[in-house]
């Protein structure tokens, strides 16, 4: 169960998971600061209602105690530039939705419990410089095109 706290004019970050309800009441409309909630003892859920808050540009959660999925939702997250979500307990897959995420620059995604292969979407973010998947249970090819063109590999 999980609740939705405000409307346009107060809600900027909601994470919203199992009893956990964390919001900062400042405006959403054209919202574009920076908010910074990594390292804050925080743990829950990722829900896809993150997936609607449009002018987010910046997810940082990272060295929390979340779990679960990442919702395919944030996939929708167009204006977004980093995704820090590293050394949680998050699971699952990497979704390929992430690459719809056009203005993406860091992706961030290490020390977690991720499985799966690395979405070849990915390598179409031209924006993405930073991309970190490491210390998970990932398998598969890595991308070799895009960011991960530069990738030093033994051969």
Do not use: W
Request: proline fraction near 5%; aromatic fraction near 8%.
């Amino acid at each position: 169960m999980y609740f939705i706290f405000g409307g346009a004019t107060t809600l900027m970050f909601m994470l919203l998971g199992g009893d956990v309800a964390i919001f900062l009441p400042h405006v959403v409309n054209n919202a574009r600061e920076h908010r910074d909630l990594g390292n804050s003892n925080l743990s829950g859920y990722l829900v896809a209602d993150l997936g609607k808050l449009e002018h987010l540009q910046y997810l940082e959660l990272y060295k929390n105690n979340l779990q679960g999925r990442i919702p395919i939702e944030l996939g929708n997250l167009k204006s977004l530039i980093s995704l820090d979500l590293y050394n949680n307990n998050i699971s699952g897959s990497i979704p390929p939705s992430l690459g719809k995420l056009k203005s993406l620059v860091f992706l961030r995604l290490n020390d977690n419990h991720l499985t799966g292969r690395i979405p070849r979407e990915l390598a179409d973010i031209s924006s993405l410089k930073v991309v970190d998947v490491s210390n998970n249970n990932l398998c598969g090819t890595i991308p070799i095109k895009g960011p991960f063109e530069h990738i030093p590999l033994n051969k």
